[in-house]
Each structure stands twice: as structure tokens, then as C-alpha cells.
């Protein structure tokens, strides 16, 4: 299954998504209820204005997003929560995002424009200016919030507003221009203590996606939460292997995953590795040990028997230079002098 699969699944259960959003918007308090959750489509459809009038289609895919239901003095509020995940730093999400949340109100509005067609005659009469956009001066938007959740141990560089991605030296002209910012979860910038406002096992996710390439950090965070760990549920336990590609060893089937044990036995089998790579260069470097002394041997047989240093060197594989080494001859001579003296010397020259 692909990482984004995964990271999906996991953020898309309603529990985990309570659990982002109680902490990005309250802190860590336990506002939303998973069961003040709704799932909504992801294919975002709008139709923005175009030239005289027309319209034409728009349609992007959000990764998740739900709508949440609450009771205010007695009246009904609502809010559009959404979650995009990433596994790489997205130079532009701040536009990724502000053109999801634009998307979203635009569609409001034309879905108010279809409600306020479907009831054409009842009630009052619209103003030219209502009748004009389709939304009512009574209408109301529902809020878009949208968290990028980034699964990623190194620092997220990306902008983190449109204002960011621009070069605007004009202090005026920078004044006037709308900007959009990007709410984003990255363990990297995150204190421990922090990531432990979380509640759900998306705690445990981050801590150790923060602390995957620092082993001692990692020790250090098993270790004081070893309880959450050793019963870590499995969907968060394939989240961090995805994402990490640490080697986790542990059984897929099993709903409760011992996440100390898995590393042990990650790090066991890592060392089992290691010392069969061991062996094999050491066998290698034996082999080669045992290769360079035969042809040490065999070039000083040809030598006695008259052979010339360029063909004991072409025999043995070895250069001329390295082949008068092992006979103890003139070593420190040039290239051209060793061509001569191949040609010229032999032990019986005469």
C-alpha cells in the first residue's frame, strides 16, 4: 500500500481527526467529539465567473475533510475542518490550500444560488445585487479551516504564507494584497512537549517520526513512554514504518503492536546483517590476499624463466610497476624507462 494511502486512512478516522484539530485550534482541549464529525467528498467542483458571464468547471481532490456540528446558546455552528498530509516539503502550499478554501466558499455560493432557483416565487423578491451573485445580504458562509499535517523528520523550508512567495519591495503596494497562511503540523518544529497535547496515537506517530533518525533521542522517547508504545494500535504503527522505512519488525495481522519489541528486533536483525556483510568482506579480502600472493609467486617463476616484465604483467593481471616491486627491481624507474627496460632485460640477456 502507498504511503499516502496510509497516512490517509489513518488521518481520516474521526478520532485521529478530532485529535488534529483539538490541538491546532484548542490547544490540546477537548473541544471536538469524533462524533460531531461528518465525512464530506473530497472532489472539490466549483464554477468561478468567467468572461461575460460564463462559467467552466473547477475541480481539485482535498485528502480529507469533514464538517463539524456543534450546539452554540442554543444554535446550530458549523465548520468545515480539512487535513491535507504531506511526506515532502510543498514549496507552494500556501496556494494549494488558499485555492482548496476559495473552491470551498465558491461552491457555498453556488449552492446557495441553486437553493435560492429551487424556491424562485416564495417569499420575498431578491435585490438586483442578490439576484446578481445568487447569494442573499441573510446568506451565510460555512468557515474552511485547513491544517497541512507533514510526516516528514527533517524542517519543513516551505513558505508558510502567499506573502512569502513573493518578492514585494513596495511597502504600499504590499499593504493592499490579501494574504493566506499555510496552519502546518511538522514534528521537526515541535517541543515534546507540544506533540504530547495530542491525545490519540498521532502523539506517538510524531515523536517518533521527530526522533527516527536520532537513535538516542528515539531510545530516549520509548523509554518515557513505554506503556502507549508497547501497545501501540497497528494503522499507526504501518503510518510510521511507511513513512520512516525504518525496518520495523513486527506481525501485520496484529491489531496491538509492541513497538520497543520491534525495534529491538529491527535493531537485531540489523546487527545479524552487519555481521554477515563482515564475513563476506572478510572473505573477499582473504580471497584477494590469497590471489595477490599467487601472483607474486607465478611472476617471479616467469621471471626466472625469462619472461619479459609487460608479459609476466598482462599473465598476472598486475601492473609492470607492481610486478618489478615483488622482484625487487628498479622500482622508482619512469613508465618509459620500465617499457624500455621490458624490452631490453631478462635474466638471460646477453
Known amino acids: 500500500m502507498k504511503t499516502d494511502t496510509i497516512t490517509k486512512e489513518f488521518v481520516k478516522d474521526t478520532g485521529i481527526f478530532a485529535d488534529i484539530f483539538n490541538y491546532y485550534v484548542y490547544g490540546g482541549r477537548q473541544v471536538i467529539q469524533p462524533g460531531q464529525l461528518t465525512e464530506r467528498d473530497t472532489v472539490k467542483t466549483a464554477l468561478p465567473y468567467g468572461a461575460d458571464g460564463a462559467s467552466f468547471p473547477v475541480q481539485r481532490f482535498r485528502d480529507v475533510q469533514k464538517l463539524y456540528a456543534s450546539m452554540t446558546d442554543g444554535k446550530a455552528a458549523y ?67 485547513t491544517v497541512t499535517l507533514f510526516f516528514g523528520a527533517e524542517e519543513w523550508d516551505g513558505p508558510l504564507s502567499l506573502s512569502a512567495m513573493m518578492d514585494v519591495p513596495d511597502p504600499d503596494v504590499h499593504a493592499c494584497m490579501n494574504d493566506y497562511k499555510v496552519h502546518l503540523i511538522a514534528p521537526a518544529r ?23 533518525k536520532n537513535r538516542d533521542g528515539l531510545d530516549r522517547i520509548l523509554q518515557a513512554n513505554e506503556k502507549r508504545f508497547r501497545g501501540l494500535e497497528r494503522r499507526a504503527a504501518d503510518v510510521i514504518e511507511a513513512v520512516t522505512k525504518s525496518g520495523l519488525k513486527y506481525d501485520k495481522g496484529e491489531e496491538a503492536i509492541d513497538m520497543c519489541q520491534a525495534i529491538q528486533e529491527m535493531r537485531m536483525e540489523e546487527r545479524r546483517i552487519g555481521k554477515e556483510e563482515g564475513k563476506r568482506i572478510g572473505r573477499e579480502e582473504g580471497e584477494r590476499i590469497g590471489e595477490t600472493k599467487q601472483a607474486r609467486e607465478t611472476s617471479k617463476r616467469l621471471y626466472a624463466m625469462g ?17 618489478m616491486d615483488w622482484l625487487g627491481l628498479m622500482s622508482n624507474l619512469s613508465d618509459t624507462e620500465t617499457a624500455a627496460h621490458d624490452v631490453e632485460e631478462g635474466p638471460f640477456h646477453q
Not at 437553493?115 to 442578490?130: D, M, V
Not at 515541535?190 to 506517530?205: G, H, L, N, P, Y
Not at 619479459?308 to 609492470?320: C, K, L, M, W, Y
Open 79 to 145: 465548520i468545515l475542518y480539512g487535513v491535507e498530509n504531506q511526506t515532502r516539503v510543498h514549496y507552494a502550499m500556501a496556494v494549494k490550500n488558499n485555492l482548496y478554501d476559495a473552491l470551498e466558499y465558491a461552491g457555498q455560493v453556488e449552492e446557495a444560488a441553486r437553493s435560492h432557483r429551487r424556491q424562485k416565487g416564495a417569499g420575498t423578491a431578491p435585490s438586483a445585487g442578490e439576484f446578481l451573485s445568487g447569494f442573499w445580504a441573510g446568506d451565510r458562509l460555512i468557515p474552511s479551516v
Open 190 to 212: 515541535m517541543a515534546d512537549t507540544e506533540i504530547m497535547k495530542f491525545q490519540s496515537s498521532m502523539r506517538e506517530v510524531l515523536l517518533f517520526i521527530k526522533y527516527s
Open 307 to 323: 619472461l619479459g616484465i609487460e608479459a609476466i604483467a598482462s599473465a598476472v593481471g598486475h601492473t609492470a610497476k607492481t610486478v
